[in-house]
T-cell receptor, first 115, second 112 residues
Framework: GENVGLHLPTLSVQEGDNSIINCAYS??????FIWYKQESGKGPQFIID???NMDKRQGQRVTVLLNKTVKHLSLQIAATQPGDSAVYFC??????????????WGLGTSLAVNP | KAGVTQTPRYLIKTRGQQVTLSCSPI?????VSWYQQTPGQGLQFLFE???????NKGNFPGRFSGRQFSNSRSEMNVSTLELGDSALYLC???????????FGSGTRLTVV
């Protein structure tokens, strides 16, 4: 399954399928990007990050792809499991001089995994 | 090591009252950022404190304020509460170098 956009959409996939969650970021000066997962009643949990000098980074069952040309970020989850059901947020961190930074967040995508 | 601790977990207040929320960051982290999360607006940045100084601020009215203590624990205060302040308030702890943010479980504030 695949979804696009910053408004909170819902992506529904079958257990075992691969999921692709997309995010369009806004600031061409952003040099650091993070994906977070938020389960109901909990705070966001770090999944994976990527710096702008890379276009792909892999973790355990997750891969983040970065396309700076079109300012697009995607999170791929392999073999999606029921425990992956959550809201997924992308965040960008625009470069400023020094360490004076703040994350800019997308509105999130709700992933529902059907058993 | 212990995670980020936010207290209280739940809070119900009346319009016009004020409220103070607390966040204890991960040991060694000097930066604490606060966010407001609502279904309609998503995660909105409130402010960031680093070494007891506010170094970043979002677009919230002056009713929202914060501070950080020498042990890096942070508090945020909301005065003259409005119904629209009902939200999940999250804090994120980091070393302050622009990466590695760890969130607490949040404080669910309901204003009635």
């Amino acid at each position: 399954g695949e979804n696009v956009g910053l408004h909170l959409p819902t992506l529904s996939v079958q257990e075992g399928d691969n999921s692709i969650i997309n995010c369009a970021y806004s600031n061409s000066a952003s040099d650091y990007f993070i994906w977070y997962k938020q389960e109901s009643g909990k705070g966001p949990q770090f999944i994976i990050d990527i710096r702008s000098n890379m276009d792909k980074r892999q973790g355990q069952r997750v891969t983040v792809l970065l396309n700076k040309t079109v300012k697009h970020l995607s999170l791929q989850i392999a073999a999606t499991q029921p425990g992956d059901s959550a809201v997924y947020f992308c965040a960008e961190n625009p470069y400023n001089a020094g360490n004076n930074r703040k994350l800019i967040w997308g509105l999130g995508t709700s992933l529902a995994v059907n058993p | 090591k212990a995670g980020v601790t936010q207290t209280p977990r739940y809070l119900i207040k009346t319009r016009g009252q004020q409220v103070t929320l607390s966040c204890s960051p991960i040991s060694g982290h000097r930066s604490v950022s606060w966010y407001q999360q609502t279904p309609g607006q998503g995660l909105q940045f409130l402010f960031e404190y680093f070494s007891e100084t506010q170094r970043n601020k979002g677009n919230f009215p002056g009713r929202f304020s914060g501070r950080q203590f020498s042990n890096s624990r942070s508090e945020m205060n909301v005065s003259t509460l409005e119904l629209g302040d009902s939200a999940l308030y999250l804090c994120a702890s980091s070393t302050g170098t622009g990466s590695g943010y760890t969130f607490g479980s949040g404080t669910r504030l309901t204003v009635v």
